[in-house]
């Protein structure tokens, strides 16, 4: 089986443009979730969707959104960019919604100047 | 919401020493209890997990307890090899609240 996928790897944006990040999940895997990663701060949760509904949400504000697709594949979208959204961002998939193991994308590296 | 710690944020220890982690959490509604290994560079990997009706769970040369009660639960690694070197991520959940990660602890095993 396919692992997790995401697109792109690495990409560099400029304050105040907008960005979409892709997620293909491992097939027969309908729970999505995105995190945030930096060194200073961990991982943080960013949102889970299960079955194309967003089931949960993490503390950030309203310029992160995301979807998912009938087909579990997901996108997620960071408007109005800040330096402060420099991060490595990762997504993990599972079969079901949180309390199953997660497997996580290699992740994109979003560098904002 | 979940307040999720780890300790120590960082460990050194000797090749073929043990290593403990331990992770604290408030939320007492948690069942779920994983552990994940993230390598520089890399990816997280779940490397054991456990479920609230079960204290104990092991894997070779790590395990992992669970003391529900006192709301924590601890990663041990025997016979530490180089190749444990990592970042480990405690992750307690369940169905009704969002994802909260560890800070993380480095583990660094001196050859």
């Known amino acids: 089986k396919a692992g997790v996928t995401q697109t792109p790897r690495y990409l560099i944006k400029t304050r105040g443009q907008q960005v979409t990040l892709s997620c293909s999940p491992i097939?027969?895997?309908?729970?999505v979730s995105w995190y945030q990663q930096t060194p200073g701060q961990g991982l943080q949760f960013l949102f889970e969707?299960?079955?194309?509904?967003?089931?949960n949400k993490g503390n950030f504000p309203g310029r992160f959104s995301g979807r998912q697709f009938s087909n579990s594949r997901s996108e997620m979208n960071v408007s109005t960019l800040e330096l402060g959204d420099s991060a490595l961002y990762l997504c993990?998939?599972?079969?079901?919604?949180?309390?199953?193991?997660?497997?996580f994308g290699p992740g994109t590296r979003l560098t904002v100047t | 919401g979940e307040n999720v710690e780890q300790h120590p944020s960082t460990l050194s220890v000797q090749e073929g020493d043990s290593a403990v982690i331990k992770c604290t959490y408030s939320?007492?509604?948690?069942?779920?209890f994983p552990w994940y290994k993230q390598e520089l560079g890399k990816r997280p990997q779940l490397i054991i997990d456990?479920?609230?009706?079960?204290g104990e769970k092991k894997d070779q040369r790590i395990a992992v307890t669970l003391n529900k009660t006192a709301k924590h639960f601890s990663l041990h690694i025997t016979e530490t090899q180089p190749e444990d070197s990592a970042v480990y991520f405690c992750?307690?959940?369940?169905?009704?609240?969002?994802?909260?990660f560890g800070t993380g602890t480095s583990l660094t095993v001196i050859p």
């Open positions: 992750a307690p959940s369940h169905t009704g609240n969002q994802f909260y």
């Open positions: 969707y299960f079955s194309e509904t967003q089931r």
């Open positions: 097939s027969g895997h309908r729970s």
């Open positions: 993990a998939s599972s079969l079901y919604q949180r309390t199953y193991e997660q497997y």
């Open positions: 939320d007492s509604a948690s069942n779920y």
């Open positions: 456990i479920r609230s009706n079960v």
